[in-house]
C-alpha cells in the first residue's frame, strides 16, 4: 500500500431514478457502499466518503482508514466534481482512486489495472468499458485540484469538460461486469435479485 494513493467514494446523489439511496441497497447481503469500500481497501491506506448532509448519519463506518464528510457548503448539489474536490481538500495524496455506490460489482482488479498507467506525465486515467467511458470510477492526480475548483467557481460542473483539459491516459477494459451501474430498480432487479435469486 501507498500513502501517495487514497480513495474516494462517492456518495452524494439523490438517487432520484432508483427512488431511495442506493447506497443502502443490498447485494449478497452487503450495502452497496460497503462493495465500494471493498474495492478500495486493499489498495490505499485511507480513504474519505462524500456524501449529502441527509444522508451522512446514516453510513456506519467500522474502517479506521475512511472518513466520512459532506461536500463543502458551497458545492453542495453540485455532482461528482464537487465530491472530488471536497474529499482532495480534506485528505494529501498524489493519487485519487475515485468510485461511486452503484457500482456493486466493481473490483479490486479493475483499479490495480489502472494503476499501472500512472505517470508523472499524466493527470487522470479512465476507464473504457466495452467502448463506454467511465469517469466516476477513475484515477485522478492531485494536480486537476485547482482546474476542479476553477470549473465549480465558473459553474462547469462537467467532468467531460474537465478531461478536456488534462492529460488523461484512456485504458481500454474487455470486462463489463464490474461497471455495470445500477441506476434504476429495473437495474436492480436485472443484475443483483435475478443473481441472487438464482
Known amino acids: ?27 449478497d447481503g452487503k450495502a452497496f457502499y460497503q462493495h465500494s469500500m471493498d474495492a478500495l481497501t486493499p489498495i490505499v491506506e485511507k480513504m474519505v466518503m462524500v456524501t449529502s448532509p441527509e444522508l451522512k448519519h446514516r ?24 465530491g ?24 479490486q482488479s479493475i483499479f490495480r489495472t489502472l494503476m499501472k498507467h500512472m505517470d508523472q506525465d499524466v493527470d487522470a486515467i479512465i476507464p473504457i468499458a466495452k467502448g463506454k467511458l467511465q469517469p466516476l470510477i477513475a484515477i485522478y492526480r492531485n494536480s486537476i485540484k485547482g482546474l476542479i475548483k476553477y470549473q465549480l467557481d465558473h459553474e462547469h460542473r462537467s467532468l467531460r469538460k474537465l478531461l478536456d483539459k488534462c492529460n488523461v491516459k484512456y485504458v481500454d477494459m474487455e470486462e463489463e461486469q464490474s461497471f455495470i451501474n445500477i441506476n434504476h430498480q429495473a437495474d436492480y432487479q436485472k443484475w443483483v435479485k435475478k443473481q441472487e435469486d438464482k
Open 1 to 27: 500500500m501507498n500513502e501517495k494513493i487514497a480513495g474516494i467514494i462517492l456518495a452524494g446523489g439523490k438517487s432520484m431514478r432508483f427512488g431511495q439511496p442506493k447506497a443502502f441497497a443490498t447485494k
Open 59 to 82: 453510513f456506519q463506518s467500522s474502517e479506521t482508514k475512511m472518513t466520512i464528510i459532506q461536500d463543502r457548503e458551497e458545492y453542495q448539489g453540485h455532482g461528482p466534481l464537487a
Open 84 to 107: 472530488i474536490l471536497t474529499a482532495m481538500e480534506q485528505m494529501k495524496a498524489e493519487w485519487y482512486l475515485v468510485i461511486p455506490i452503484d457500482v456493486p460489482f466493481m473490483n
